[in-house]
T-cell receptor, first 117, second 116 residues
Framework: AQSVAQPEDQVNVAEGNPLTVKCTYS??????LFWYVQYPNRGLQFLLK??????LVKGSYGFEAEFNKSQTSFHLKKPSALVSDSALYFC???????????????FGRGTSLIVHP | NAGVTQTPKFRVLKTGQSMTLLCAQD?????MYWYRQDPGMGLRLIHY???????AKGEVPDGYNVSRLKKQNFLLGLESAAPSQTSVYFC???????????????FGEGSRLTVL
């Protein structure tokens, strides 16, 4: 079984400050980890992913995420928040491909990021 | 490139009525998914398909049926709508995760359904 937890329903940050949106996961074997962003009245858009290699991955719009295997975490970060970053952020996990395995990802419940001017 | 297109975008139904949501993708993806999004519940998987002619149940399949007769289309049906099915429905597609394809999902813009 695989699961994702986003412990914060909402994160508030002032524009220009660094932001962190937290995600922890549970999966058997090595994980594939993803972040998606949803702007109001839109579908989800892929932001970045961790597959293997460097624990710090960079994605769209200046976002990055750090994979920490010992803490089973994949927190989303940005050094300087913008008001336009305000959106709903979803973390997702699925396990590393294996014969006969399911590739269906599991999503967290989402975290609302509000960046104040 | 249209990506993933959902129709209709909005619909109001009365309890007991039936309807079909259509999802079309032009990326030749093998996998397709239907999710519903409700406040505080995140995304919940209704049904999915790993290829033309195949479907499987997700987390919340009751009250819904699906069909994947053509690779590019994935239909979600409500045979007898209930107020509990008021939600925003999202379709997504992904290439089969293998090799360079790591399986990230491409989403449609959503279909807002209200059941009175």
């Amino acid at each position: 079984a695989q699961s994702v937890a986003q412990p914060e329903d909402q994160v508030n940050v002032a524009e220009g400050n660094p932001l962190t949106v937290k995600c922890t996961y549970s999966v058997s074997g090595n994980p594939y980890l993803f972040w998606y962003v949803q702007y109001p009245n839109r579908g989800l858009q892929f932001l970045l992913k961790y597959i293997t290699g460097d624990n710090l991955v960079k994605g769209s719009y200046g976002f990055e995420a750090e994979f920490n295997k010992s803490q089973t975490s994949f927190h989303l970060k940005k050094p300087s928040a913008l008001v336009s970053d305000s959106a709903l952020y979803f973390c997702a996990v699925r396990h590393y491909p294996r014969p006969g395995g399911s590739y269906i990802p599991t999503f967290g419940r989402g975290t609302s990021l509000i960046v104040h001017p | 490139n249209a990506g993933v297109t959902q129709t209709p975008k909005f619909r109001v139904l009365k309890t007991g009525q039936s309807m079909t949501l259509l999802c079309a993708q032009d990326m030749n993806h093998e996998y397709m998914y239907w999710y519903r999004q409700d406040p505080g519940m995140g995304l919940r998987l209704i049904h999915y398909s790993v290829g033309e002619g195949t479907t499987a149940k997700g987390e919340v399949p009751d009250g819904y049926n699906v069909s994947r007769l053509k690779k590019q289309n994935f239909l979600l049906g409500l045979e007898s709508a209930a107020p509990s099915q008021t939600s925003v429905y999202f379709c997504a597609s992904s290439p089969e995760p293998a090799g360079a394809n790591t399986g990230e999902l491409f989403f449609g813009e959503g279909s807002r359904l209200t059941v009175l």
